[in-house]
């Protein structure tokens, strides 16, 4: 079956590092991939998207690549702030019907 | 335009209790999802309602049902309620149920099982 997997956490970062979020996926055919957000006491966000092998999905300088050679979509930023601290998901769906496939997560906390 | 609520926030039962959460769509919105999510861990589908049917269901017993009312808003209904049912319940909407239209998410409901 269709499967994800996140780098686990917590990820700690001080303000203005670089971050990096693995997501690898496992799939039969070429899924839609997601990175959503969730923020403490609330639901999922959607972050960004990307539908096709080698588009780039970005958002609030977020970026992540659908590289369907290493069936990997990576989530970056390169300066974090206190305000990203939050739980990261990657997730996956196919065309007929959107149920969306979920990584167990990654948190990350940011240090001023 | 208020977005993807859920009712109630939160709610404590006993082992072998029924328990049933509601949701009600973004509006314009007409699919509704629902997914369970463990402490530390990510959501699981549970099942899609559109044009009032039960549409796809992922891997959860007859126990878990629900419905879909024509105004769109859903209900989840969960029977004889175990302790491993204890989770944050998201409920999702969106339109027309394709993958490139954005689901929205509620807040949750946290279920507590005693």
């Known amino acids: 079956g269709n499967s994800v997997t996140q780098m686990e956490g917590p990820v700690t970062l001080s303000e203005e590092a670089f971050l990096t979020i693995n997501c690898t996926y496992t799939?039969?055919?070429?899924?839609?991939l997601f990175w959503y957000v969730q923020y403490p006491g609330e639901g999922l966000q959607l972050l960004l998207k990307?539908?096709?092998?080698?588009d780039k999905g970005s958002n609030k300088g977020f970026e992540a690549t659908y590289r369907k050679e290493t069936t990997s979509f990576h989530l970056e930023k390169g300066s974090v702030q206190v305000s990203d601290s939050a739980v990261y998901f990657c997730?996956?769906?196919?065309?007929?019907?959107?149920?969306?496939?979920f990584g167990g997560g990654t948190r990350l906390m940011v240090k001023p | 335009d208020a977005g993807v609520t859920q009712s109630p926030t939160h709610l404590i039962k006993t082992r072998g209790q029924q328990v049933t959460l509601r949701c009600s769509p973004k509006?314009?919105?007409?699919?509704v999802s629902w997914y369970q999510q463990a402490l530390g861990q990510g959501p699981q589908f549970i099942f899609q309602?559109?044009?009032?049917?039960?549409?796809q269901r992922g891997n959860f017993p007859d126990r878990f049902s629900g419905h879909q009312f024509p105004n769109y808003s859903s209900e989840l209904n969960v029977n004889a309620l175990l302790l491993g049912d204890s989770a944050l319940y998201l409920c999702?909407?969106?339109?027309?149920?394709?993958?490139?239209?954005?689901?929205?998410f509620g807040p949750g409901t946290r279920l507590t099982v005693l």
């Open positions: 997730a996956l769906t196919f065309n007929a019907g959107n149920m969306l496939t």
């Open positions: 799939a039969t055919g070429y899924p839609s």
């Open positions: 990307a539908t096709k092998a080698d």
């Open positions: 999702a909407s969106s339109f027309g149920g394709l993958a490139d239209n954005e689901q929205f």
């Open positions: 509006s314009g919105h007409d699919t």
């Open positions: 309602y559109y044009e009032e049917e039960e549409r």
